[in-house]
């Protein structure tokens, strides 16, 4: 059974930091990409940053310069340094993995984990 573990949320000042981990564990063959995505209440969940494999990434526009995601392939872990956050950045942040094992593909969302920046 795969599971997949997020940390790092919590409650930061505008201009602070948080840094966001995703483990990811079970019978895996192997993950294709990692990604970090946020939702704000009554919005469409949208992406912040991916990073496959190989380290290549892709960011949100907006989250360019601020935001960015690394990736440990032999702990399948994947890290979100998120920096200057504002409060239009409360929102949850949600990780996904794309993974495989001996019978198929799998899409795997976290629980979320709650980022809030308020003075």
């Known amino acids: 059974q795969v599971q997949l573990v997020e940390s790092g949320g919590g409650l930061v000042q505008p201009g602070g930091s948080l840094r966001l981990s995703c483990a990811v564990s079970g019978s895996i063959f192997s993950i294709y990409t990692m990604g970090w995505y946020r939702q704000a209440p009554g919005k469409q969940r949208e992406l912040v940053a991916a990073?496959?494999?190989?380290?290549?990434?892709n960011y949100a526009d907006s989250m360019k310069g601020r935001f960015t995601i690394s990736r440990d392939n032999a702990k399948n872990t994947a890290l979100l340094q998120m920096n200057s956050l504002k409060p239009k950045d409360t929102e949850v942040y949600y990780c996904?993995?794309?993974?495989?094992?001996?019978?198929?593909?799998?899409?795997?969302w976290g629980q979320g984990t709650q980022g809030t920046v308020s003075s």
């Open positions: 990073i496959d494999s190989g380290g290549r990434t």
């Open positions: 996904n993995a794309i993974y495989s094992d001996r019978q198929g593909v799998y899409d795997y």
